[in-house]
């Protein structure tokens, strides 16, 4: 069922992308596209897409940038997390600050050739750890996994620490 629904999902956005782009150049150019050859291209990339993201272990929604999850880490401090975050988070690749309230830790990631970079916010509210993921530059959203890279990452921290707690 899975990679049915992966070819689906890709499907939609390459068709959604492919009908977008012939409604804005076909008229500038004088060409009329005909539907049946969107839906063509829009097949060929789908599938082309969904092989080479199955190939590295990912799935369409693991190549958008946003992620939003919250953890029960009850007893977690952030100047705790701070030291470990600066370990597994290499600072050629990210800069990690802990705010000066030690209220929340901002992980940014340094634009590569996967992607332009991004956010990671947490905050702890009631025993609960927020957490946002979202491309530095907003008209950026998508990157080839590295965001969700950045989120596992985040969770074998998170592991390690609850387990120290």
């Known amino acids: 069922m899975y990679p049915l629904r992966s070819i689906?999902?890709?499907?939609?956005?390459?068709?959604a992308l492919n009908v977008v782009g012939?409604?804005?150049?076909?008229?500038?150019?004088?060409?009329?596209?005909?539907t049946w050859k969107i839906a063509a291209v829009s097949l060929i990339s789908a599938l082309g897409a969904t092989y080479q993201l199955s190939r590295?272990?990912?799935?369409?929604?693991?190549?958008?940038k946003y992620f939003r999850r919250t953890y029960l880490v009850p007893g977690l401090e952030l100047e705790r997390?701070?030291?470990?975050?600066?370990?597994?988070?290499?600072?050629r690749e990210f800069k990690v600050d802990l705010s000066s309230d030690h209220q929340?830790?901002?992980?940014?990631?340094?634009?590569?050739?996967?992607?332009?970079g991004e956010v990671l916010?947490?905050?702890?509210?009631?025993?609960h750890l927020q957490l946002?993921?979202?491309?530095?530059?907003?008209?950026?959203?998508?990157?080839?996994?590295?965001?969700?890279?950045s989120l596992?990452?985040?969770?074998?921290v998170l592991n390690t620490e609850s387990y120290e707690a």
């Open 22 to 34: 012939e409604l804005v150049t076909g008229p500038l150019m004088g060409d009329v596209v005909p």
């Open 104 to 116: 929340e830790i901002r992980i940014r990631r340094k634009a590569n050739w996967r992607s332009f």
């Open 152 to 156: 596992l990452q985040l969770e074998q």
């Open 8 to 15: 689906l999902v890709l499907l939609l956005f390459f068709f």
């Open 56 to 64: 590295r272990g990912l799935k369409p929604g693991d190549v958008f």
């Open 121 to 127: 916010s947490l905050k702890i509210r009631d025993a």
């Open 132 to 149: 946002w993921i979202r491309p530095k530059y907003y008209i950026d959203v998508f990157d080839q996994g590295q965001a969700y890279e």
């Open 81 to 91: 997390l701070y030291p470990a975050l600066l370990e597994k988070f290499p600072p």
